[in-house]
């Protein structure tokens, strides 16, 4: 089997950045077969729909599209390309063949008056409506609430539930409220070569605060994430009275240079619109707050995700709070960088001084 070496710029850019892209890894037949599988199974969507006589014929029909996740057409994109191979040269080891992806397909929107997990309408969120995030992070028991009305009893006790809409759960064990993996890995199935084309958005660099921070949690006792300290869930005087905080304000606020303000005079970093094209990868580092865009443009964007971990103990598949705290600890391919990194930095500081 061909081994994948790393570049030298590939590690400066995850370490730097926080994600490095690798442009036009995946040939062009594999791209398009993925996105054809795509629009077959959305047209058999919309067929299903329309043929539907009640909401269970229209929920069958919804399914069609999460079974395409695990189909070998799109695992392949992943686990038989160069992209496997180089993940794990950043790992430094072998890794499981991914066994399911998220298709994440936004449609064109108008900038709308729907609430986001931030608390804020999406037409008064800057950015194209940007909302870093980490991932597995709980995000609501229930339907984001509304503007403007209070919860119901029934509907906050349904918010507050365990698991939430995206699987994770409030508390993990181990003092941790994150569910952690090692990288996001996304491929491209579309030009998105334009900023308003559904870019993902990075908070480029911000891993080290990311690291930093839940380094301070620990110290502090944690718990790390949510809730811990330095960290209240909810924002309250979001518009929506339950804005979600999913990523620390003290690394927002290390943002604020080229920050956008909404009236209210919250800050909104300014994330990185990547810029690919069909057949390149991106590799994110766990620590990068990430998050979609609102397509402005005529077409829908074609991403897929998936979500890889080096090989862990049994005891830390779900939370691994060693690796929040150490953001390199799972990349061994990138340890010697880091080290002749951090000595040439500590050289730098020591002549600066003397
Ligand atoms: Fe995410």
């Known amino acids: 089997m061909k081994k994948i070496g790393l570049t030298l710029q590939q590690q400066r850019d995850i370490y730097r950045d926080g994600f490095v892209v690798l442009s036009n890894i995946i040939p062009q037949e594999m791209v398009n077969a993925a996105r054809r599988e795509i629009n077959m199974n959305l047209g058999d969507v919309r067929a299903g729909a329309m043929g539907a006589e009640n909401l269970s014929d ?3 029909a919804t399914k069609t599209l999460e079974r395409v996740g695990s189909d070998k057409v799109i ?14 040269a950043f790992f430094g080891r072998r890794i499981k063949p991914a066994a399911v992806a998220q298709l994440a397909i936004p449609f064109p929107q108008k900038p709308g008056e729907n609430v986001n997990e931030s608390g804020y309408h999406d037409k008064d969120t800057p950015f194209y409506g940007w909302c870093g995030h980490l991932d597995g992070l709980w995000n609501g028991g229930d339907r984001i609430p509304e503007i403007g009305k209070e919860l119901t009893p029934h509907r906050r006790h349904k918010w507050y539930s365990d698991p939430s809409r995206n699987g994770c759960y409030r508390t993990y064990d181990q003092n941790c409220n994150v569910h952690n993996f090692t990288a996001l890995v996304g491929i491209a199935l579309s030009d998105q070569t334009i900023e308003g084309c559904g870019n993902l958005g990075l908070l480029k660099g911000a891993h080290h605060r990311i690291g930093e921070f839940f380094q301070q949690q620990r110290d502090a006792g944690g718990p790390l994430g949510p809730d811990g300290p330095g ?9 929506n009275g339950h804005g979600l905080r999913h990523y620390p304000e003290q690394v927002r606020a290390a943002f604020r240079k080229d920050a956008l303000q909404t009236t209210d005079g919250r800050y ?10 069909a057949g390149d990868a991106l590799i994110v580092h766990f620590a990068t707050p990430h998050s979609v865009t609102r397509v402005q443009g005529p077409d829908p964007r074609f991403m897929v995700y998936f979500r890889a971990s080096a090989p862990r103990k049994e005891a830390h ?3 691994y709070p060693d690796a929040l705290c150490d953001i390199w600890l799972e990349w061994r391919g990138m340890q010697n960088f880091v080290k002749e990194h951090d000595a040439k930095e500590r050289r730098r500081k020591e002549f600066a001084i003397s």
């Open 58 to 60: 229209i929920k069958t």
């Open 231 to 239: 960290w209240k869930r909810e924002h309250t005087e979001a518009p």
């Open 317 to 319: 598949l779900q939370v």
């Open 75 to 88: 695992l392949d994109l992943f686990n038989n390309t160069d992209v496997k191979k180089t993940v794990e």
């Open 268 to 277: 909104w970093p300014k994330p990185t619109l990547v810029k690919v094209r």
